[in-house]
């Protein structure tokens, strides 16, 4: 089912069918020591460097849970409005697999810490309440890196290496409930609540929520229902989708695809299915029938997890203002729409522009800079806003040279091009390229002579008391200076020279 | 020098634990030579009784002498410094290797200590070698051992018990005062039983777990073995206490155990005899010695009563279903990607078909058995029938403990319904070989301490038998305080320990060897 040929286009799909959606993220908590023992959990160590008996799962080694670990999971589950479990226990998932040192999985099954909350998402101008199911905690699994094939995956490979630096990790999952109702917005929407969960989570200070280095990874789930259905569609689930781009993709892919089965008569199958960032498909994984049994029971190795009353009120006063909270508040501060906000969101501008107007620029200038010229600019690269090499306090200072007269809009996007080409910072790339604004009468005085002896005809249509055309002449004073003319200066001197 | 040698060391190895520690501690004689002479009653025997499979010579008198440079320094010494010890191989070891009886790691040098391990080491105590067991804790004979089977000191072709019967075989043969054994069903109580020899199961918690290779990991408990209840205490209380690295640990003081094995005082006390386990079931002399124990302990001022615990009778299929899953899973980390053996990995076969060439040749029938068991009773579907209704019975067995020592103090009943039964007659009836563990299930499925001590043979066989006194969890002291009355009053009866009653161990002419 993966033959493009057999996908049926976007809008004809979503014009038979309703999706509905889930989305399980799994996201690697930051904290400085794995969930059941005192390895670090660094990235990018050499392989097996961060290991001891604990997360090999030597024979006789032992868990003791992270308080750590249950105190940012915890932080998540009261940020996503949910309840905190008074009691509960972790459990075994067990299956077979090399980078699971005890084949066995310490994670939680029907008794997670945090149940039942919400985050609310905007999409397409309106707000999306989605429903959150759990919220548990987990370790991580080491890495298998297949070696000697083509793919980089396990079939075809000549032999597998495993990296336990990951195992033990603590790994919390956020299960939402399914979101229905949201028709062709329905990738936005994943994309929107992915994207809302990153900045919450980073907010929280619980992770760096690195999509791109695996700290937070999302499944999502997809079901079509033909228009007015009264039961959903058999769902799939697409694993790993690693970036806000792909949940988004992924989810339209899926769309497209179910819609063409469907057409076709054919049921969907229940499987987990491998998205391709490449291509932007999703091919079959393990069906339902194959599923494993997992034989959950509680963990005998720890004590349940009994969180204290008065210990959860403590870390709900201690949150931090919260990214909704915070772009309601930033909103009526800048003084901008829903529409103006949610691109500044989208664009992932909202922390530059604060951090621009916390060194001293206007928001409406530092919305300017970021939303316009930068944003520019990042496009041309392919590259996020947040990665361009200039920083919010630079922003700031080309805004306070315009402001003090020293240079202007159009030299500015000069400034800013040079402090992007690695020239320094403005002040140095004011001074290297020379573009601070002449108003000196010296200095213009000749640019002044120059033009109107260029063009005599103008310059006696003003001194027929046509001023209006004046214009003519600071442009070709600006032409002569290479724009750094002051215009106005410029424009009084010819005034008064045929006046 | 030999002869000589021999004697001495023949004297040295009869000595009790706290003997021993009182001659090192005063230097009549030096940790070394204690510990030599268990090295060479080890040689002299060892072949006959099979008790360890791996001994650690230079380890061992590299830490006796440890214990007597720092004797000669000055420096303080534990209850048990200088005492030799042997360490059932199930606890890991990061100068020997650890079996777990089992040919699945063959050969396995684990990279740490376990806690129990460490904390001996820490106290002096000389850890002589690791000794043999039934394979991953399985078992009540050792038969199940991959390295083949301990024989019994009292007749060499009876079972020692298991699954610690390397350890309940050492002490009983004098080749060691002390050893560490691990209790899940009974494995440490009955082969103490039916090695003439004591033997405690601690409150589950109170003695750590960490770097105790799991069998079922809401059910072991490390315990000591000796030839007396004091010797026993002493090392209860070297070897326990909380441990940070076990979750389950508990996080109280030691119970002041060694106190109470020296006061073996019983008047007064409420001992209730549980009456499920008092009738039939039992060998007629087990029955015997048992009703002639408990009016011992009348004899002694104790106040004797019938308790019923109406679930006791619904222990071993609880532990049959809870033990078996927790181990299915316990044991699934044996997969040859990380240590132990591995099989058919030829560069042709996947790494799931090596999982299983691996498991098929490294575990035993036993071992096999019960991962299958409990494979199934964890199934989807069958968990409430089988896991969640064991947990239930569970609870309804330590309910029952807690209604009885509402109304007794301790309760008391034989270790194991028969004395040691040959070799082999068990192998191909896994179901008698369990009933083995009949009395000694509840203590392990509610987690309360239960120690068995000596008390006297069965006629019929003039092999041992053994008394359990069950105590509450976390009172590990009344136990022994029953246990040593008990003992006190019985060596008074017999003129000396039941030990001596043994037949001596046919030594090799010639002395050391």
Redesign the interface.
């Known amino acids: 089912m993966t033959d493009l040929a057999q996908l049926v286009p976007y809008d004809e799909a979503l014009s038979r069918y309703e999706p509905v959606i889930g989305i399980e993220t799994h996201v690697e908590l930051g904290t400085t020591t794995k969930m059941f023992c005192g390895c670090p959990t660094t990235f990018g160590l050499e392989p097996n460097s961060a290991v001891c008996p604990v997360c090999l799962g030597l024979p006789g080694s032992l868990p003791v849970a992270n308080r750590a670990a249950i105190e940012y999971t915890i932080r998540i589950g009261l940020a996503l409005n949910c309840s905190i479990a008074t009691w509960c226990r972790f459990a075994r998932k067990n299956y077979f697999y090399p980078d699971m040192p005890k084949d066995f999985q310490i994670s939680q099954y029907d008794e997670p810490l945090c149940t039942d909350g919400w985050l609310d998402v905007v999409v397409g101008g309106r707000t999306v309440r989605v429903g959150i199911e759990r919220v548990h905690l987990e370790e991580d699994t080491g890495k298998s890196l297949h070696m000697g094939g083509a793919t980089g995956r396990i079939h075809g490979a000549e032999y597998s290496l495993v990296d336990y630096n990951r195992a033990g990790i603590p790994l919390v999952e956020v299960v939402t409930k399914p979101v229905a109702g949201t028709g062709a917005l329905a990738p936005e929407a994943a994309r929107a609540y992915v994207t809302e969960l990153r900045d919450l989570l980073r907010a929280l200070g619980v992770s760096d929520v690195r999509m791109e280095e695996g700290s937070l990874r999302s499944d999502v789930n997809v079901s079509l229902a033909p228009n007015g259905a009264a039961e959903w569609g058999t769902r799939t689930e697409t694993k790993n989708v690693n970036s806000l781009r792909s949940v988004e993709r992924a989810v339209r892919f899926e769309i497209e695809r179910q819609a063409a089965v469907l057409d076709a008569g054919q049921k969907v199958v229940q499987e987990t299915r491998h998205f391709h960032e490449d291509h932007g498909t999703t091919t079959a994984g393990r069906s339902k029938e194959e599923a494993q049994d997992y034989r959950y029971f509680p963990e005998p190795d720890l004590v349940p997890v009994a969180p204290d009353r008065d210990w959860v009120e403590q870390i709900r006063a201690s949150l931090p203002e919260l990214p909704a909270a915070r772009r309601a508040r930033l909103q009526a501060e800048w003084g901008l729409s829903g529409l103006e906000m949610t691109q500044l969101q989208n664009a992932g501008a909202l922390d530059l522009i604060g951090a621009t107007v916390g060194a001293g620029a206007s928001a409406a200038d530092a919305r300017k800079w970021w939303m316009g010229e930068l944003a520019r600019h990042a496009n041309v690269a392919g590259t996020d806003l947040a990665e361009l090499p200039i920083t919010p306090a630079e922003v700031a200072r080309v805004s306070a040279l315009v402001q003090a007269g020293t240079i202007n809009d159009k030299l500015a996007r000069q400034v800013l091009e040079g402090v992007l080409a690695g020239e320094g910072d403005p002040d140095a790339v004011v001074a290297a390229r020379g573009l601070a604004i002449v108003s000196d009468d010296a200095a213009l005085t000749e640019a002044v002579d120059a033009a109107i002896a260029a063009n005599p005809d103008i310059a006696a249509k003003i001194r027929d008391g046509k001023t209006a055309a004046v214009g003519a002449l600071v442009g070709a004073v600006m032409k002569a200076t290479r724009g750094r003319a002051d215009a106005s200066r410029a424009s009084a001197l010819i005034l008064d020279r045929l006046g | 020098m030999a002869a000589r040698d021999a004697g001495a060391g023949s004297k040295l190895t009869r000595l009790t634990a706290a003997e021993i520690a009182a001659a090192v501690a005063s230097g009549e004689v030096s940790a070394v030579e204690v510990t030599q002479a268990h090295l060479d009653r080890i040689v002299a025997v060892d072949s006959d009784v099979h008790a360890f499979l791996h001994v650690a010579g230079n380890a061992a008198l590299a830490a006796a002498e440890d214990v007597d440079r720092k004797r000669a320094a000055g420096e303080p010494l534990g209850p048990l410094a200088g005492v030799p010890l042997a360490l059932k191989d199930v606890?890991?070891t990061a100068d020997m290797p650890?079996t777990?009886g089992s040919k699945i790691?063959e050969g396995?040098r684990?990279?740490?200590d376990?806690t129990v391990t460490r904390r001996l080491r820490d106290a002096g105590v000389v850890i002589l070698g690791k000794t043999n067991m039934d394979e991953f804790a399985m078992g009540s004979s050792t038969e199940n051992s991959a390295y083949g089977p301990s024989h019994n000191p009292w007749d060499l072709t009876r079972i020692p018990g298991g699954s610690s019967g390397g350890s309940s075989a050492a002490v009983a043969a004098y080749e060691a005062p002390l050893a560490i054994g691990t209790d899940t069903g009974g494995s440490i109580r009955q082969p103490a039983s039916v090695c003439g020899i004591v033997g405690m199961k601690p409150t589950y918690g109170g003695s750590s777990?960490?770097?105790?290779?799991?069998f079922?990991?809401?059910l072991d408990t490390p315990g000591p073995l000796a030839r007396t209840v004091l010797d026993a205490a002493l090392l209860h209380e070297v070897m326990s206490g909380h441990d940070?690295?076990?979750?389950?640990s508990v996080d109280a003081p030691v119970p002041p155990v060694v106190a109470a094995a020296r006061q073996a005082d019983v008047s007064g006390l409420r001992v209730g005899v549980v009456t499920e386990f008092s009738g039939g079931g039992s060998q007629t002399g087990v029955q015997a010695r048992f009703t002639e124990a408990v009016e011992l302990l009348e004899s002694l001022g104790a106040k004797v009563v019938e308790v019923s615990c109406p679930h006791f009778t619904y222990a071993l299929p609880a532990y049959y279903l809870i033990a078996p899953?927790?181990c299915?899973?316990n044991l699934?980390?044996?997969?040859a990607?990380?240590?132990g053996l591995r099989a058919g990995d030829d560069g042709t076969r996947s790494?799931?078909e090596v999982?299983s060439l691996t498991r098929e040749a490294g575990f035993g029938p036993e071992v096999k058995r019960r991962i299958m068991l409990g494979?199934y009773a964890?199934?989807?579907g069958y968990?409430d029938a089988y896991?969640g209704k064991a947990q239930q019975v569970r609870t309804l067995i330590t309910q029952d403990f807690e209604a009885a020592f509402e109304q007794v103090d301790v309760l008391v009943s034989p270790t194991t319904p028969t004395t040691a039964f040959p070799i082999g007659e068990r192998v191909d009836d896994p179901m008698a070989m369990y009933l083995a563990d009949l009395f000694t299930i509840p203590s392990d499925l509610a987690g309360n301490a239960a120690i068995s001590v000596p008390c006297g043979l069965a006629p019929e066989d003039g092999l041992p038998v053994g008394l359990q006194i069950m105590a509450p969890a976390l009172a590990d002291d009344r136990a022994y305080r029953v246990g040593a009355a008990v003992e006190s009053a019985l060596e008074q009866r017999w003129g000396g320990p039941l030990l001596a009653k043994a037949k001596e161990l046919r030594e090799p002419s010639g002395g050391t060897q």
């Open positions: 606890m890991t650890t777990c790691l396995w684990p990279p740490y376990a777990r960490y770097g105790l290779v799991a079922a990991s809401s940070p690295c076990d979750s389950t899953s927790e299915s899973s699934a980390r044996f997969d990607m990380r240590y790494a799931d999982m494979t964890l199934s989807s968990y896991y």
